[in-house]
T-cell receptor
């Protein structure tokens, strides 16, 4: 089954404790991206990657890091989480070409206390 | 910069009545337009997209959307609403070329409630 898989789905952590949200897709997609969803703000892009070793900032990259060492994986790293990073996070992927449909994971609820 | 406006935070419609969820966009050049739906505690599911060609696009679950270039709109419609259509709906735009083509820009979402 074609899918984008994120882990963990739910996490409560403390301020300053580094964490990684993993993302994996099995569709051999070149393009991958991370979004955060906040009430009243919709989804905002954090980072995206056009292919292995190619990443770039989206609209809200502050406080986040990403890496793309393998085509299927695109982890999101919070080096020192803060409460304003409490959000619902989505990983997404698609084939190259802006007309291609972007497929989303089920989301990761992150709470930073 | 590209943007999407969904002017209604919430739309209420009676079951069996037609529904419309509004969306307008701004983008440099030609757009690719998408609708996604989010059910409670779930991810985003793709409904339909406009790439080129016929302005009326048909998608999943009986939904359709009409691309109107002059009004820069892409409203989502369904002839007869079901209670199970109650969800959060997002419109999104992506440029066909340039920097905006790397990003899918979303509206803030419209909550659809279908009343039995």
């Amino acid at each position: 089954e074609a899918q984008v898989t994120q882990n963990p789905r739910y996490l409560i952590t403390v301020t300053g404790k580094k964490l990684t949200v993993t993302c994996s897709q099995n569709m051999n997609h070149e393009y991958m991206s991370w979004y955060r969803q906040d009430p009243g703000l919709g989804l905002r892009q954090i980072y995206y990657s056009m292919n292995v070793e190619v990443t770039d900032k989206g609209d809200v990259p502050e406080g986040y890091k990403v890496s793309r060492k393998e085509k299927r994986n695109f982890p999101l790293i919070l080096e020192s989480p803060s409460p304003n990073q409490t959000s619902l996070y989505f990983c997404a992927s698609s084939r190259t070409g802006s007309g291609n449909t972007i497929y989303f994971g089920e989301g990761s609820w992150l709470t930073v206390v | 910069a590209q943007s999407v406006a969904q002017p209604e935070d919430q739309v209420n419609v009676a079951e069996g009545n037609p529904l419309t969820v509004k969306c307008t966009y701004s983008v440099s050049g030609n757009p690719y337009l998408f609708w996604y739906v989010q059910y409670p505690n779930r991810g985003l599911q793709f409904l339909l997209k406009y790439i080129t060609g016929d302005n009326l696009v048909k998608g999943s679950y009986g939904f359709e959307a009409e691309f109107n270039k002059s009004q820069t709109s892409f409203h989502l419609k369904k002839p007869s609403a079901l209670v199970s259509d109650s969800a959060l709906y997002f419109c999104a735009v992506r440029a066909t070329s340039g920097a905006g083509s790397y990003q899918l820009t979303f509206g803030k979402g419209t909550k659809l409630s279908v009343i039995p």
